[in-house]
């Protein structure tokens, strides 16, 4: 229970590049009821989600920090905003930004909840960069300090407790998605065909992600090939951030796996509910690192059967409206491929109308929203209290 009264957040986030983090703070933003005022502080700078913030009316804030390299300096300025903004709670957002709120509200002279906020799993420190270990150790000998940690998947918290992190902060809240935004449209499919030049009966397999090792690109590359081999009218769509013909790993892949004039390669995009809507199969390739695939439940969101790595929350996100697989096995995520392109249209429809089902009964954004909002006031009104 709260006292009633309006509630500031000031959210401090890594960077407001396109990713899932930035994706699922811009949500929560824009649902949020009006009692609940927001500021956004990056660390970095405002990149491609800071300016939609903006257009929110919420303020946006850029320090300018180098991507993975803590500054003094930078904490100083932090430590002057949060003063002078004077919320009722900081939420943290990825490593970076929990570990430079944390420390920014202890030098606010004041006490002040703080919330962690971690969307990624951790299967092996060695993957990280060096200053991203680093600040991950640091983080899970600071973990007494956050009033919580919210985790977007059961699979990071067991990671993260298992470096340290305490247990008893664990709060798991997926990420939610909007079902009026990400939706079935029958003009999709022939839209997006016609833009890249298929014929209205391909088959079309797509992967949206960013271009990161831990997405494993070469490996779905590799499995398209072996698909190719029994359907012939397989085409694959890869759009997201350095998904480019400037790429030049995945330019030398399609290459050396024979694939040319089949895999279209789109960037970051816009328009990715037209996209997703217009596919036959979504997939997610991951090797490690995801923890709660936004680019899934929003495939699923638009009806859409999913193929995905068993890595985070990922098979339980699709549940039994797709299928999972054992990550970095190219011959294994091919055949699963095969399997639902050999089920027929029918057979994907039904997997797709569940899918949706799925994402409107239990990770819808109004869901989620609520669900922090009640965790905010849960903390202010303990705060108010003390």
């Not at 430079?100 to 202890?106: D, R």
């Not at 699923?300 to 699709?318: E, H, N, W």
């Not at 999972?324 to 039904?350: C, H, K, M, Y």
Request: proline share 4%; charged share 20%.
């Amino acid at each position: 229970m709260t006292d009633g009264k309006p509630i500031s957040v000031q959210h401090v986030i890594t960077g407001l590049s396109t990713g899932g983090a930035e994706m699922m703070l811009l949500k929560l933003l824009s649902g949020f009821r009006s009692d609940v005022t927001s500021s956004v502080i990056s660390l970095s700078d405002s990149g491609t989600i800071g300016p939609a913030i903006s257009r929110l009316g919420v303020s946006v804030d850029s320090l300018g920090m180098a991507r993975a390299i803590p500054d003094p300096l930078k904490l100083f300025a932090l430590t002057r905003r949060m003063r002078h903004v004077n919320p009722d709670l900081v939420q943290g957002w990825m490593n970076h930004g929990n570990l430079m709120s944390t420390l920014a509200a202890l030098g606010s002279r004041r006490s002040l909840p703080v919330l962690w906020n971690i969307r990624q799993t951790v299967y092996d420190l060695a993957r990280e960069r060096r200053v991203t270990a680093m600040v991950i150790r640091l983080c899970a000998r600071l973990s007494g300090q956050p009033a919580a940690i919210i985790y977007n998947s059961v699979a990071g918290a067991d990671q993260h407790e298992a470096l340290g992190y305490r247990h008893d902060k664990r709060v798991i809240l997926p990420n939610g998605f909007d079902a009026e935004v990400f939706r079935p449209d029958p003009g999709a499919r022939g839209r997006l065909r016609s833009e890249l030049g298929l014929s209205p009966d391909s088959l079309l397999i797509g992967l949206i992600a960013r271009y990161h090792p831990m997405k494993d690109h070469a490996g779905f590359l590799k499995a398209a090939a072996v698909v190719r081999r029994s359907h012939p009218l397989a085409n694959f769509v890869l759009a997201g951030k350095g998904v480019t013909s400037d790429q030049p790993v995945l330019v030398n892949a399609i290459h050396d796996e024979g694939l040319e004039g089949s895999v279209f390669l789109l960037g970051e995009r816009k328009d990715t509910p037209r996209i997703n809507a217009a596919l036959d199969i979504a997939c997610s390739s991951s090797a490690w690192g995801e923890g709660f695939s936004n680019s899934i439940g929003e495939a699923m969101s638009c009806a859409v059967p999913c193929v995905v790595t068993d890595i985070g929350d990922s098979a339980y996100l699709i549940a039994k409206s797709g299928i999972s697989v054992a990550a970095s096995n190219p011959e294994i995520f091919a055949r699963a491929l095969v399997e639902l392109l050999d089920a027929g249209t029918e057979r994907r429809s039904a997997m797709g109308k569940a899918a949706r089902q799925r994402v409107e009964a239990e990770f819808s954004i109004g869901t989620v929203v609520h669900r922090y909002e009640a965790l905010y006031r849960e903390h202010v009104a303990r705060s108010r209290s003390e």
